[in-house]
């Protein structure tokens, strides 16, 4: 393949595609070293009870067990967390989930380590345990935690509603109900740790959050922050469930009782769903009240969000969730009130569209619903009431940055999906049922108030010449470190052969925050621009010296050299390199990403992560055809349109709008983690089910570009907005297609069936 | 250690059992070694079967079909005689697992493992397939039906295998469907299945009927009542509505985590209705 | 048990237990990570490997089942520093987002098309049905398959 400039706005191929598809990129999973031990967690298997004694006499008997560590091997806090620190690393005194870790075994191989775990007897008294989050609420319910079962209460509010909705021509009322998605990464949680000469811990692990798992790793052990070094290297997919501590703090713990040897955890898929995140289950109530003419009024709504065992950012997913209620619509009353409530169920956490799936789904719905009432079309109630620049949105926000909401539902209306939707509809087949839905969503960006989002960006030119940037955020997918080559390359015009990456590495790259939030390439972008802008700079004076110029003008870089345009002269980069120290050769720039400036009186509850002022948009549209005789559901066509600023790599940008939707359309369709009183039943790939490629239809992805003018060659982030429209985007196609309208997703084959055979308009 | 033989033929296969008459049988191990690995099921000894030529391939012997039991799925799809002459059992075969699992996993596996969802068991059912088991005391002829007993339960001896599936030609049939019902399009196990067979005059009356269904009872259901409650009418919805209503009644689903025994009931009938439109 | 097979052409031995499953045998015994083990069930398809140019699912191998195959892993797919048509297309269509599932998507392709050389999109997506991506929605995956398989029958230089 010929070299190309990299250019930005330009379809460029993925900077790490090449080592991919060659097998040779080494994921943590494939690092090893020399003489390693295994180590692995033994769970609690119950979903609540008090640990009153652990044998682990015949485990530590068995041969090539190394050595078997309970709570009291842990010297710190022995809690980790995100933001709230309430998770054991090893349970002492009690388990609160089935994935509770209570002992931590070391083996010689794999095959000794399942052995000792099966070997370890934990003598429990059982505990009543709660697994329904309403029921966790009520005064009698067993206590997850001493405090209580209510994580966080929390109001947002704008308006009046009250005085709203008696002004409103027409009011709508329903519920729903979300269960828990897993990640399903294929590459499960794993890391591989050992201890330097000077008592370091090095860590090789599959994370989202290098910079922050030492903090969390510190805090839990009880030992210094910088005598812990992570290395992040590409993630065979994060979707926000490596975001917090996953194997760290137990790996670390093991690593520390190794006697220097290397110790390696890999959950397999079954531990990786036991013990891993899930997307909160929520149920929500919503109630929609409009003028005559569609003109929402007032919102409210009531969000109870099931945040399992432990807090991970069970907090900030409802505020997020909360702030998104409204959708991305004008609407001047609104009360929109949040439970995040502990239960003995899986742990909830980070997941892609973190809170914002489900309440798309309840809005969504609800306009669908109020357009049937008023008989409008769905299209037209959206495009009524869609957000503009300057309005505030139903959280009380200034929109003062790109909102292209407008521009992504007018483009879906000219599509022919939606202009010819009647003709394919008549045109089923016989036992066939064909319907069209859209959804309109949006996505806020970035950490919002109350924590800095920043990112710091090192670049360097090497002794050889070639540009070294040192990326701080992990790559999981999503490509961030190709469009980090992109931007570089553009704006020091190298090509991608002179270009070099380091993934994250905490002794090498600069803290810039986590990959999660659609914020990394907005955010260490901005950085990384300020830095090649500085270096570009330091470049052309130095090379001005070597050409004994007497003033740096004139000069410019092209691929390999800095030439001189008046006199053509030349000074090749690696010649640079070579001729100036390291110090003189580097860029390191800062930048946080803007937050909103309004005192919104409201959310207070919230400390981080509330409210939020740069949001991406999208239109989506579902083409479904529902068979009569099983009530499967089809999508034969889908339309994504997108808006996120510029577009800095149209194949970037579309390979993530393509897997967005094909996990929103696993969490419409087929994806549940089912749940017996808090035990998991289907842990597995062959009971939990995501789409094969034969589940996804052809995605038609639009982009509609504005403007973001404080990002990164004008660019948001669009890695989560797709996410939330499949869900509703299909929920309305089934309504449009049979006329039963389901409140409950998976929307499976038999709920279909139940609700066309009952006669009602409604699924129970 | 555990260990695993590669017998290369019949003979060295009697000497396996010999050795360890204990020994668990296996050809692409798409099934047995999930549960070997994950350590829900412990065999002392494994014998793959995968190199043993005798058990592969295809035969046709005019009336019937002869099938080696470790014939790969994907050796089967491609096998002109299947597609041919056996067109129920070719649909069937498409929709097990992925190309992956087909690769490797054998008829003989399929209806050795005699799971009530096993993709190829229906169509087996209604062309009376009859299983070839050979031990080092001889040979045995079963008719499918028999030689499944229940839920991953058959009536296999220990040191025997199945060798070979027998199928006679469903010539006196003109009309083969079946179809599966998963939870996604490929990888997925059957929630409902059908496979028919019909003769239809050249009236459009139904003169012969052969039908079972997959995932709904500890085996394969097969009902004659519905059978008969279509002979001598066309294939209309009324028709087939009331044969639907029979088979209800037949069949007696579970409840599991994929499906409810209802809804599996409810599409068992309902998939009869596909006939309507199957020619 | 020693166990000798060809691994990427090359005459390999190892000695190991005779059940090891076949992808640790890559993975941990030789080294060779291009593999990846997904799920353990054969239910993800990440530890695709080709033997005697057939897709299988190396989690549900014993390694004495591989005596005396060919065995084609990512590694071996480039014949002498050139990339396969397929590899290259996968670059050049964006079909890789986090790369762990492409292995074993790459080598499931290659027999796909070795078997059929003008697939329609629909039939590569049968062809690659048992092979599960989390990132990408497969649409790009299609795309490259499909145009690694047009270069393939004009007989383009690798």
Request: overall charge neutral; proline content about 5%; charged content about 20%.
């Amino acid at each position: 393949m010929s070299i190309k400039m990299l250019e930005a706005g330009y379809p460029t191929p993925r900077f790490d595609a090449m080592a991919k598809v060659t097998g040779e990129e080494k994921y943590a999973v494939d690092h090893t070293r020399e003489d390693i031990l295994w180590a692995g967690a033994k769970r609690s298997g119950i979903a609540h009870g008090i640990i009153r004694g652990i044998d682990l006499s015949e485990a530590r008997a068995l041969k090539g067990v190394y050595a078997v560590l309970t709570r009291n091997d842990v010297a710190g806090t022995n809690r980790q967390g995100i933001v709230h620190k309430d998770q054991p690393v090893l349970a002492g005194s009690k388990v609160r989930h089935c994935g509770d870790p209570v002992a931590l075994v070391l083996a010689e191989d794999r095959d000794t380590l399942k052995k000792a775990l099966s070997l370890i007897e934990v003598d429990f008294e059982p505990l009543h345990g709660v697994f329904d989050p309403e029921e966790a609420l009520k005064p009698e319910a067993p206590l997850v935690h001493e405090a209580g079962n209510l994580l966080q209460k929390a109001v947002v509010r704008v308006g009046n509603t009250i005085e709203a909705f008696n002004e409103c021509d027409s009011v709508v009322e329903d519920s729903f109900e979300v269960p828990g998605q897993e990640h399903a990464f294929i590459e499960t949680e794993n890391g591989l740790a050992w201890l330097e000469p000077d008592g370091g811990i090095v860590m090789i692990v599959s994370t989202q959050a290098p910079f922050r798992d030492r903090f969390e790793i510190a805090h839990a052990l009880g030992i210094e922050v910088d005598a812990i070094r992570i290395i992040a290297p590409y993630l065979g997919g994060g979707f926000g469930g490596k975001d917090g501590a996953t194997v760290q703090c137990l790996l670390a713990l093991a690593a520390l009782h190794a006697g220097g040897r290397p110790v390696k955890m890999c959950w397999d898929r079954e531990e990786s769903f036991i013990a891993g995140y899930k997307r909160h289950p929520v149920r929500m109530w919503y109630r929609l009240g409009s003028m005559r003419d569609g003109t929402l009024h007032a919102l409210q709504c009531r969000l109870i969000y099931d945040t399992g065992a432990y807090a991970h950012l069970g907090v900030e997913v409802m505020a997020l969730g909360m702030e998104h209620a409204g959708g991305p619509y004008r609407i001047p009353n609104t009360l929109i009130e949040g439970w995040c409530v502990y239960t003995n169920n899986p742990i909830s956490g980070a997941m892609r569209g973190f809170g914002v799936c489900q309440t798309s789904f309840g809005i969504e719905r609800m306009m669908d619903l109020l357009a049937s009432k008023l008989g409008m079309s769905r299209l037209d109630i959206r495009l009524k009431n869609a957000l503009l620049r300057g309005d505030r949105n139903c959280a009380g926000v200034t929109l003062v940055h790109s909102t292209g909401i407008v521009p992504c539902l007018e483009t879906l209306g000219r599509h022919c999906l939606w202009s010819e939707s009647g003709k394919w509809k008549a045109a089923a087949g016989p036992f066939k049922r064909r319907g069209v839905g859209i959804a309109a969503v949006s996505n806020a960006m970035g950490y919002g108030r109350g924590l800095p989002d920043s990112a710091i960006a090192r670049v360097e030119l090497t002794r050889e010449g070639k540009i070294r940037v040192y990326g701080g955020v992990a790559d999981m997918g999503q490509g961030n470190a190709s469009a980090f080559i992109q931007m570089a390359g553009q704006i020091l015009r190298q090509d991608a052969s002179r270009m070099e990456i380091v993934q994250p590495d905490t002794s090498r790259t600069h803290p810039s925050g986590s990959s999660s939030a659609g914020r990394t390439t907005y955010t260490y972008g901005n950085a990384l621009i300020l830095a090649c802008k500085e270096l570009k700079d330091k470049l052309l004076h130095r090379a001005a010296l070597m050409l004994m110029l007497d003033e740096a003008r004139g000069l410019t870089l092209i691929p390999g050299k800095v030439r001189h345009l008046p006199s053509g002269r030349e000074v090749p980069l690696d010649l640079l390199g070579r001729t100036f120290p390291e110090t003189d050769r580097i860029a390191v720039k800062q930048f946080i990403m803007p937050v909103a400036q309004d005192d919104v009186d409201t959310g207070k509850e919230f400390k981080i992560g509330f409210p939020h002022v740069f949001f991406s948009f999208a239109a989506h549209l579902a083409c479904v055809e529902v068979d009569e005789l099983t009530g499967k559901i089809d999508v034969k066509g889908y339309l994504a349109v997108t808006e996120g600023g510029r577009v800095l790599n149209p194949t970037g940008f579309e390979q993530q709008v393509h897997g967005a939707v094909a996990q929103g359309l696993g969490y419409g369709l087929m994806e549940e983690v089912l749940l017996d009183h808090g035990r998991i039943l289907n842990p597995n790939f062959t009971g939990y089910i995501i789409p094969t490629s034969l589940d996804v239809p052809e995605v038609a992805s639009i982009c509609v570009e504005t403007v973001e003018a404080t990002g990164p060659f004008g660019m948001k982030g669009i890695g989560e907005v797709g996410t939330n429209a499949p869900l509703p985007a299909i929920a309305g196609a089934v309504e449009d297609a049979v006329g039963r309208r389901l409140r409950r997703s998976p929307l499976t084959a038999a709920s279909i069936l139940r609700a066309t055979a009952s006669g009602c308009g409604v699924d129970g | 250690m555990r260990k695993v033989f590669l017998p290369g033929s019949l003979e060295e296969l009697w000497r396996c059992f010999e050795e360890r008459p204990q020994s668990t049988v296996y050809a692409g191990g798409t099934d047995l070694l999930v549960g070997t690995y994950n350590g829900v099921l412990n065999p002392e000894t494994l014998i793959c079967l995968d190199r043993i030529e005798e058990l592969k391939g295809v035969g046709d012997l005019g009336d019937s079909v002869r099938i080696g039991s470790c014939t790969t799925h994907t050796e089967l799809l491609e096998e002109p005689l299947v597609q041919h002459h056996l067109p129920v059992l070719w649909w069937a075969i498409t929709q097990i697992g992925s190309p992956l699992v087909r690769n490797m996993g054998t008829i003989g596996g399929n209806i050795c493992t005699a799971s009530p969802a096993g993709d190829t068991l229906p169509p087996l059912y209604i062309m009376k397939a009859e299983v070839e088991l050979i031990s080092k005391g001889g040979v045995r002829l079963m008719p499918i039906g028999d030689f499944i007993t229940g839920p991953r339960a058959t009536r296999l001896h220990g040191a025997e295998i199945l060798t070979a599936v027998w199928v006679k030609k469903p010539v006196e049939y003109n009309l083969s469907h079946f179809e599966k019902v998963g939870l996604r399009n490929a990888l997925a196990c059957s929630v409902v299945s059908m496979a028919a067979l019909l003769r239809l005059a050249s009236d459009g009356l139904v003169e012969k009927a052969a039908l079972a269904w997959g995932s709904v009872g500890p085996t394969i259901v097969t009902c004659c009542e519905a059978e008969e409650a279509l002979i001598g009418g066309k294939l209309t919805a009324a028709r087939l509505g009331e044969a639907a209503a029979i088979v209800r009644k037949a069949v007696n689903p579970i409840s599991d985590i994929r499906a409810d025994a209802d809804y599996r009931r409810t599409v068992a009938g309902n998939l009869l209705l596909r006939l309507t439109v199957a020619h | 048990m020693k166990i000798s097979f060809y691994l990427n052409g090359k005459q390999t031995d190892v000695d190991v237990p005779p059940d090891r499953k076949f992808v640790n045998v890559l993975r941990e015994d030789l080294g060779i990570t291009g593999a990846k083990e997904g799920c353990g069930a054969g239910e993800c398809g990440s530890c695709t490997i080709l033997v005697d140019g057939r897709a299988c699912l190396s989690c549900l191998m014993a390694a004495v089942q591989l005596q005396g195959r060919q065995v084609t892993t990512i590694e071996g797919l480039a014949a002498g520093g050139t990339l396969h048509p397929v590899q290259e297309a996968f670059i050049e269509y964006g079909a890789v987002q986090c790369g762990f599932c492409t292995p074993g998507v790459i080598l499931a392709a290659v027999h796909l098309l070795n078997q059929n050389p003008d697939p329609t999109r629909e039939q590569i997506r049968v062809g690659l049905s048992g092979n599960l991506c989390r990132c990408s929605g497969y649409v790009k995956i299609v795309d490259a398959v499909e145009a690694a398989a047009r270069k393939m029958r004009e007989g383009k230089p690798r």
